[in-house]
């Protein structure tokens, strides 16, 4: 099975402060996904990259696969304190009946 | 709003007791999943389901059972809860035939306390 371990796995920023937030993986990834869990809540749906070098945003969180397709990288521009919790990443298998297997998490913590 | 729902939230029950965690998603997904989330935030996959009257073991071993007679119904039992079963459990539906890609949406969560 896909292994995807995340660093840090845990994070405290000031406010303001920029972030970033890693995910890699044991194997070549079909497709990479990110979530955001507010404690105690489900998870939800950020982002998702399926080639190699591609990069999205939305509002001031960038996701980025390299080029290899084995890494993932979460940058937070200028955090606020609704940017904390927990950041989740998925990894798709190859075909349709593939899981979604996740990784080891990311806890950030936003200080005023 | 949500469209896929768990209940109950929060349960407290003592040993042996008979549990069921109800998940109910109105998005005519056929695809339906159950996580295990540890305190230290990994989610196991315990059970999935791909339709109607179709149910696999997910990675992770679980002494629960789910069931799937309906598209949008996928209850997962204890039969006899013990102190190890304590911990958050998440439902998730998908449709990636439609959607071209493994988006999950998940449910709020159950949080299972056995003592």
């Known amino acids: 099975s896909q292994e995807l371990e995340q660093s840090p796995q845990s994070l405290i920023v000031q406010e303001g402060k920029n972030l970033t937030i890693n995910c890699t993986s044991s194997k070549t990834l079909y497709g990479l996904y990110w979530y955001k869990q507010k404690y105690g809540e489900g998870l939800i749906f950020l982002m998702m990259l399926q080639k190699g070098g591609e990069e999205k945003s939305h509002e001031k969180i960038t996701a980025k696969l390299d080029e290899k397709k084995q890494q993932s990288s979460l940058h937070i521009t200028a955090s606020q304190p609704s940017h904390a919790g927990i950041y989740l990443c998925?990894?798709?298998?190859?075909?349709?009946?593939?899981?979604?297997?996740f990784g080891t998490g990311t806890r950030l913590q936003v200080t005023l | 709003e949500a469209d896929i729902y768990q209940t109950p939230r929060y349960l407290v029950i003592g040993t042996g007791k008979k549990i069921t965690l109800e998940c109910s998603q109105t998005?005519?997904?056929?695809?339906m999943y159950w996580y295990q989330q540890d305190p230290g935030m990994e989610l196991h996959l315990i059970h999935y389901?791909?339709?109607?009257?179709?149910?696999e073991k997910g990675d992770l071993s679980s002494e629960s059972t789910v069931s799937r007679i309906r598209t949008e119904h996928f209850p997962l039992t204890l039969e006899s809860a013990r102190p190890s079963h304590t911990s958050q459990y998440l439902c998730?539906?998908?449709?990636?035939?439609?959607?071209?890609?493994?988006?999950?949406?998940f449910g709020a969560g159950s949080r299972l306390t056995v003592l």
């Open positions: 998005m005519g997904h056929d695809k």
């Open positions: 389901s791909y339709g109607v009257n179709s149910t």
């Open positions: 998730a539906s998908g449709d990636r035939e439609v959607s071209g890609a493994n988006v999950l949406t």
């Open positions: 998925g990894a798709d298998g190859a075909g349709t009946a593939s899981k979604l297997t």
